[in-house]
């Protein structure tokens, strides 16, 4: 049986299913890395899951500072972390103690990521009141079919156990922000993932910027989004493909 939706979690499900020459020329982005595109479309990531992220990092050969479309494991694994186990409990980071707890100070500092999403699920959960006494999952996404950009962070880990020269000794992780729930959206959840419009999309990326810049960012309003009942089917991540979003009576 596959892995199931686990209770608590807040943005612990996305689709993303577009692209990757579509968020190429989305994101102005210069380099795609080989691994991005053995990536398959999804309607169903989960933690743990490669997913694709923007940065802005220095190139190998020449230096100079590009936007890059890389891959990186949904759970974000501390440099200091004894084994990479942490990151399933660190998929999301919250925005108001970005710069106290120790795992996200850092990055927040220095490395700031876009992760590209089609839209979100949360599940809401049953009131006295509901015929169906289970929780209701919704995909939550913009009325228009554009692409959001959730603020994220990464991460690089050390693995101790593979030679200097093993390419896998290196784990790169992220992590995506989440804020309170727009007053329109918080009969689902009391949280969102944080979504930063286009025109901050360079400042959040640019290592130039340090925290206290970041922070500033980070009380921007969000796209408008709609909330979809779909099927149960999505609290599965066996289950996967575009009916996922089919609409289901709630």
């Known amino acids: 049986m596959g892995r199931r939706w686990q209770a608590g979690r807040m943005c612990g499900r996305y689709a993303s299913f577009r692209e990757d020459q579509a968020l190429a ?3 102005a982005i210069a380099t795609v890395a080989d691994d991005v595109r053995l990536l398959p479309p999804s309607w169903n990531v989960a933690p743990t899951d490669g997913v694709r992220m923007v940065v802005e990092r220095a190139d190998r050969e020449t230096g100079e500072i590009t936007r890059q479309l890389r ?5 974000l694994v501390p440099s200091w972390a004894k084994d990479p186990s942490i990151g399933s409990r660190m998929i999301n980071a919250r925005v108001e103690s970005l710069a106290d707890k120790p795992a996200f100070s850092r990055p927040f500092a220095q490395r700031r990521a876009l992760v590209p999403a089609d839209g ?7 009131t006295p009141d509901d015929e169906v006494q289970r929780k209701q999952p919704y995909y939550l996404h913009p009325d228009d079919g554009a692409l959001v950009a959730f603020a994220g962070l990464y991460e690089f880990w050390r693995d101790p156990t593979k030679a200097d020269d093993d390419p896998d000794r290196w784990l790169v992780s992220t992590t995506i922000v989440t804020r309170p729930a727009a007053p329109e959206l ?38 408008l989004l709609t909330p979809t009942p779909v099927s149960t089917l999505v609290n599965a991540v066996r289950n996967n493909g575009p009916h996922l979003l089919d609409p289901a009576a709630p």
């Open 120 to 126: 979100y699920y949360e599940w809401r959960k049953p």
């Open 71 to 75: 891959v990186a494991r949904w759970g």
């Open 186 to 223: 918080a009969f689902i959840h009391d949280r969102q993932p944080l979504m930063l419009p286009r025109e901050l999309w360079d400042a959040w990326l640019d290592p130039a910027v340090d925290a206290a810049g970041a922070r500033e960012l980070l009380d921007a309003t969000g796209p």
């Open 25 to 27: 020329d989305e994101f």
